[in-house]
């Protein structure tokens, strides 16, 4: 059974930081790119960080600079540490693992930011 677990999620003020992270069970963890997307009510989910099996990363323009997206194959685990946090950046946050023949969601993580 093929499971994606995000957790870290919470409320922070303006500026300040939290890392997330997201587990990954059944499923050959080095293979697969992963992603960090997000979508807040009312919104599109937007993607927000890549990395790739031979970990390359991208990232959105909103958030370069500010996010880095990290993978940890020995445990698998792919986390997002965000620093400066906006409150633009509020959402919840849902991480994917991907090939070119299928794709896995995990549950999501809220994260608030106030003002």
């Known amino acids: 059974q093929v499971r994606l677990v995000e957790s870290g999620g919470g409320l922070v003020q303006t500026g300040g930081s939290l890392r997330l992270s997201c587990a990954a069970s059944?499923?050959?963890?080095?293979?697969?790119?992963l992603d960090w997307h997000r979508q807040a009510p009312g919104r599109e989910r937007e993607l927000v960080a890549t990395i790739t099996s031979d970990g390359t990363t991208d990232y959105a323009d909103s958030v370069k600079g500010r996010f880095t997206i990290s993978r940890d194959n020995a445990k698998n685990t792919v986390s997002l540490q965000m620093n400066s946090l906006k409150p633009e950046d509020t959402a919840v946050y849902y991480c994917?693992?991907?090939?070119?023949?299928?794709?896995?969601w995990g549950q999501g993580t809220r994260v608030t930011v106030s003002s």
């Open positions: 059944g499923i050959t963890f080095n293979i697969y790119a």
């Open positions: 994917k693992a991907y090939r070119s023949w299928g794709e896995y």
